[in-house]
T-cell receptor, first 114, second 114 residues
């Protein structure tokens, strides 16, 4: 049973460019959340997708957008990249069941903006 | 506002020592969940435990144990007889209210030396 998979594992982009990160949830999961983890910090919630719609959003600018596909996989898009966007981006999947969802995380995509 | 504080930035122990990782949380929600995750160098967050706010029973799983005290808003994690493989960054997290997004602490880096 495959867990949460993310691609690519590493990425280097230039300031001002756009990037797309991808996530396939654990089999049987229908909800995908994205987190940003800066070096030495805890993960920060970006947003969550369920039934192909953004369900919750953290305190991130509109440059951060996402999408969920009918097969529950998801993309995170970041426009107009800033140096401060350099971080580990983690995807978590869960099964919506009230407030008891246990999130499974992927290994992340390490984005470096130069 | 919700907040998780992990005051210990880094802990170093020698193998077979017991070690306790502290976690203090703040929330106004009456129903909430507390979590511990382990992050090895590979980057993936590994789920360790989830507790709900109505269950203050301590829990033991092998060498791991958790002490949840609502009176002090703490959810501490103890590793008994630590091993080199326990070396990682450990995160405490909180979710509550009408959301299942995770609020993470800044993490505690545990180094276990042989």
């Amino acid at each position: 049973d495959a867990g949460v998979t993310q691609s690519p594992t590493h990425l280097i982009k230039t300031r001002g460019q756009q990037v797309t990160l991808r996530c396939s949830p654990k089999s049987g999961h229908d909800t995908v959340s994205w987190y940003q983890q800066a070096l030495g910090q805890g993960p920060q919630f970006i947003f969550q997708y369920y039934e192909e719609e953004e369900r919750q959003r953290g305190n991130f600018p509109d440059r951060f957008s996402g999408h969920q596909f009918p097969n529950y996989s998801s993309e995170l898009n970041v426009n107009a990249l800033l140096l401060g966007d350099s971080a580990l981006y983690l995807c978590a999947s869960s099964l919506v069941k009230g407030l008891t969802s246990e999130a499974f995380f992927g290994q992340g995509t390490r984005l470096t903006v130069v | 506002a919700q907040k998780v504080t992990q005051a210990q930035t880094e802990i170093s122990v020698v193998e077979k020592e017991d070690v306790t990782l502290d976690c203090v949380y703040e929330t106004r929600d009456t129903t909430y969940y507390l979590f511990w995750y382990k992050q090895p160098p590979s980057g993936e967050l590994v789920f360790l435990i989830r507790r709900n706010s109505f269950d203050e029973q301590n829990e033991i799983s092998g060498r791991y144990s958790w002490n949840f005290q609502k009176s002090t808003s703490s959810f501490n994690f103890t590793i008994t007889a630590s091993q080199v493989v326990d070396s990682a960054v450990y995160f405490c997290a909180l979710s509550g209210g009408n959301t299942d997004k995770l609020i993470f602490g800044t993490g505690t880096r545990l180094q276990v030396f042989p």
